[in-house]
Structures are given as C-alpha cells and as structure tokens.
C-alpha cells in the first residue's frame, strides 16, 4: 500500500496530447507521482506489478478499453482499495454510467477542468485514505482477536493423564472459540489434598475483555484449590463461589458476571460436591439413562454478598457427566427452534459406551449441523468425563 502523502496516480489514455495534459494538471495540482499508460494492456501490466493509490482511465481504447479494465480489477478483487475516476468525452455519458456500474467511482469530462479535477481528485483520495485506515484497524483488531483466542486456547488443557490405577477417569474435552473471542473456560486438575477438580464457566458478552475477565477467575480459582496445603485447606465449592462472586461484583463493571460450575471428586469416597452458579445443568448418563445433577444459584459476580449451596453425587463405575456451554443446546436452526438440552441428553445416552473423542465429535458436529447462524455464534465447549 503507497502512502496518501504522496500518491501514486496511473493516467491511462490512447492519446499523447490527452496524457501529457493530465499529466502536467496533475503536477500542478501537488501530484507528482504519475505513471501513464497508452492502452488498458498497458495499464493491467502496471497495476500487476505495481500499487497505485488512483486510476485515471479512458473509456474508448484499442486492444483494450476502459470497460475491460474495470472487468479485470473487479475480477482482481482490486476495485475496493483503487478508485477509478472515468475519463470520457461529452458523446460518451452512456459510456461513462456504464463504467459507474461496473466499479468507477467518478468521471471527468473531456476537456479538462482544473477546479473539477481537483475536487474529484480530493474527494476520491480521501475516500481511500479513509478506507484504509479502517481496514488497517480491522487488521490490527484481528490480529489482537486471534492472539486472545490463542490465550484462551491456551489457558485451557488439551491433554489429560491416562486412566489408570493412579487415574480412574476418562476424561475429553473440546472448546471452539467463538468468531469474537468469548468467555468459555474450562478445567480440570489435582487439588493440593489430592481430589480431582473440574470446573465450567461462561463470562457474559465476548471479546478479550471476556477472555481477560474468566482468566482471572480461573487464576483465583486455581489459587484455592490447586495450590492450597496443609494450613490453608481447600475451601469447600460453595464458599469459594460466594467468594469469586463478590471479587467479581466489587471489580468488575455492572454488564459483567459469568456462570459457573465448580466440583470436586474425592477418590476414596466416590463423591463428587458441586455447586453451579446459574450455569447450565451437567447430564449424568448411568446405564443408558440420561438425568441431569440438580442445582441452581445465582450467577457470579451480578450482586453483593450471594450465598451458595453445594450438592453432592456419589459416582459409579461407568457413569459418564458431560458439561457444557449454553451453545450447544441454545443453537437455533431456520426455524429458530433450539438444539436443546433433551436432543443432547438422547445423543449422550445413546453413544455412552464410545470412545469420549468419538461422542464429542457427534455431538459437536450435531450442533454444527444444526445451527442456522454460524456468524452470530457463542463459544462451544464440551466437557466429558467416564467414571472408571
């Protein structure tokens, strides 16, 4: 891309007299940086190899004419980042709006008239200086956007132990970030007093602000349960809600508050507490039948001072839990009718006894299936964990 300090023009016309007078207007208007081309095979060799920040092009040329191209540029993709300001004579208006019609931007008519030329020539350069600082910005704004998806990929595991005697689990896991960053994290590690912890949660809104916003939960989260010992003992999941929820309702603005679950496994009892902050309800598949674990509390982070409840479960051999993000059984097709948490509770029932990458490809691409409006959609994250 040339600077608009000083741009660079490309006059293309037939006629010697035509180019040499634009060419010198043109100097005499501050735009020294002129290419000329006789014909449009000429200019298509020059805008090939060479960035132009304006064409000045002839409508009537041998070998190739005005209309052919504007035809190559648009085939080029290249009619979006370079005017072209037609120029034509007074006989040849039905010519002009054609080339209107195909991509130019403007016209000028034969013979030339100084003030017009450089209003036509300010406005059309403007235009694209504007232009291409938007699209510099969306280039910057991109490129931070795929560094948070990175982070947010990046703050969550992709690879868990093999089960084993030290490992009694199965555990699979799949988090596709939304075209705008959101806020879905998940994960799943050992306690300092050796339980297993996995926790779910859903930021409100997107963007890196939402990313930001659950890597700090997570952060927070880690520090109560991953790396407290023996004279800080593991505070229990209802306590530790109530805490993130008035950590994120004193520093955080008032749009902002997330769901979450948050459970912890003890291997010697078989017992798995939890408590879910207004996040959606975890499926417990058991010998084919699908239920869903019960609770509900408020969301963290929306107001002061919110107690919490925790529940507990005592797991079998088998059992397979899956938790979620709200994108799976919120996806909506044409009709606007929802995937729905039975829809994933059938799939989930009916596929238990396979591999857990196997049931988390069905049912992503299930929801994939489904969904109507891939632009306009959440994160999808699924957590799936067998009990061995």
Same mark, same amino acid.
């Given at each position: 891309?040339?600077?608009?300090?000083?741009?660079?023009?490309?006059?293309?016309?037939?006629?010697?007299?035509?180019?040499?007078?634009?060419?010198?207007?043109?100097?005499?208007?501050?735009? +020294?940086?002129?290419?000329?081309?006789?014909?449009?095979?000429?200019?298509?060799?020059?805008?090939?190899?060479?960035?132009?920040?304006?064409?000045?092009?002839?409508?009537?040329?041998?070998?190739?004419?005005?209309?052919?191209?504007? /035809?190559?540029?648009?085939?080029?993709?290249?009619?979006?980042?370079?005017?072209?300001?037609?120029?034509?004579?007074?006989?040849?208006?039905? $010519?002009?709006?054609?080339?209107?019609?195909?991509?130019?931007?403007?016209?000028?008519?034969?013979?030339?008239? +100084?003030?017009?030329?450089?209003?036509?020539?300010?406005?059309?350069?403007?235009?694209?200086?504007?232009?291409?600082?938007?699209?510099?910005?969306?280039?910057?704004?991109?490129?931070?956007?795929?560094?948070?998806?990175?982070?947010?990929?990046?703050?969550?595991?992709?690879?868990?132990?093999?089960?084993?005697?030290?490992? +009694?689990?199965?555990?699979? /896991?799949?988090?596709?970030?939304?075209?705008?960053?959101?806020?879905?994290?998940?994960?799943?590690?050992?306690?300092?007093?050796?339980?297993?912890?996995?926790?779910?949660?859903?930021? $409100?809104?997107?963007?890196?602000?939402?990313?930001?916003?659950?890597? $700090?939960?997570?952060?927070?989260?880690?520090?109560?349960?991953?790396?407290?010992?023996?004279?800080?003992?593991?505070?229990?999941?209802?306590?530790?809600?109530?805490?993130?929820?008035?950590?994120?309702?004193?520093?955080?603005?008032?749009?902002?508050? /997330?769901?979450?679950?948050? $459970?912890?496994?003890?291997?010697?009892?078989?017992?798995?507490?939890?408590?879910?902050?207004?996040?959606?309800?975890?499926?417990?598949?058991?010998?084919?039948?699908?239920?869903?674990?019960?609770?509900?509390?408020?969301?963290?982070?929306?107001?002061?001072?919110?107690?919490?409840?925790?529940?507990?479960?005592?797991?079998?051999?088998?059992?397979?839990?899956?938790?979620?993000?709200?994108?799976?059984?919120?996806?909506?097709?044409?009709?606007?009718?929802?995937?729905?948490?039975?829809?994933?509770?059938?799939?989930?029932?009916?596929?238990?006894?396979?591999?857990?990458?196997?049931?988390?490809?069905?049912?992503?691409?299930?929801?994939?299936?489904?969904?109507?409006?891939?632009?306009?959609?959440?994160?999808?994250?699924?957590?799936?964990?067998?009990?061995?």
């Amino acid at each position: 891309m040339t600077t608009l300090a000083s741009p660079r023009i490309l006059v293309v016309d037939d006629n010697d007299d035509n180019r040499y007078t634009l060419t010198l207007y043109l100097d005499l208007e501050g735009y +020294p940086n002129v290419e000329t081309a006789q014909d449009g095979e000429e200019a298509v060799a020059l805008l090939e190899v060479e960035e132009f920040d304006l064409v000045l092009l002839d409508v009537m040329m041998p070998r190739l004419d005005g209309y052919g191209v504007l /035809a190559w540029l648009k085939a080029k993709g290249r009619l979006h980042n370079i005017p072209v300001i037609m120029v034509s004579a007074l006989n040849e208006m039905n $010519s002009v709006v054609r080339c209107i019609e195909l991509g130019a931007v403007d016209y000028l008519t034969k013979p030339f008239n +100084p003030v017009l030329l450089r209003a036509r020539l300010g406005a059309s350069l403007e235009k694209k200086r504007l232009r291409d600082q938007v699209h510099a910005h969306l280039a910057r704004l991109e490129e931070e956007l795929d560094a948070a998806r990175k982070l947010q990929m990046g703050m969550v595991p992709q690879s868990f132990p093999a089960p084993g005697p030290d490992f +009694p689990w199965d555990i699979q /896991a799949s988090i596709e970030p939304a075209r705008e960053v959101g806020g879905d994290l998940y994960d799943v590690f050992r306690a300092a007093d050796g339980s297993l912890c996995f926790f779910i949660g859903d930021v $409100s809104g997107k963007g890196v602000s939402a990313a930001l916003l659950m890597a $700090s939960i997570q952060s927070a989260l880690h520090a109560q349960l991953k790396f407290s010992g023996a004279s800080h003992p593991v505070l229990s999941t209802a306590v530790l809600m109530a805490l993130i929820s008035q950590q994120l309702y004193e520093n955080t603005p008032p749009e902002k508050y /997330a769901t979450f679950f948050c $459970s912890v496994y003890d291997d010697e009892t078989g017992r798995l507490t939890y408590t879910n902050a207004g996040h959606l309800k975890p499926i417990l598949v058991r010998e084919g039948q699908a239920t869903t674990l019960e609770g509900d509390g408020m969301v963290v982070g929306l107001l002061p001072n919110v107690q919490y409840e925790q529940q507990d479960v005592l797991l079998q051999t088998g059992d397979l839990l899956a938790v979620f993000s709200d994108r799976i059984p919120e996806a909506e097709d044409a009709a606007e009718q929802e995937f729905g948490e039975a829809r994933l509770a059938e799939l989930l029932a009916a596929q238990v006894d396979k591999p857990l990458g196997n049931i988390i490809t069905l049912v992503t691409g299930a929801v994939e299936k489904w969904i109507h409006d891939p632009e306009g959609r959440d994160d999808l994250t699924l957590l799936l964990l067998r009990k061995l």
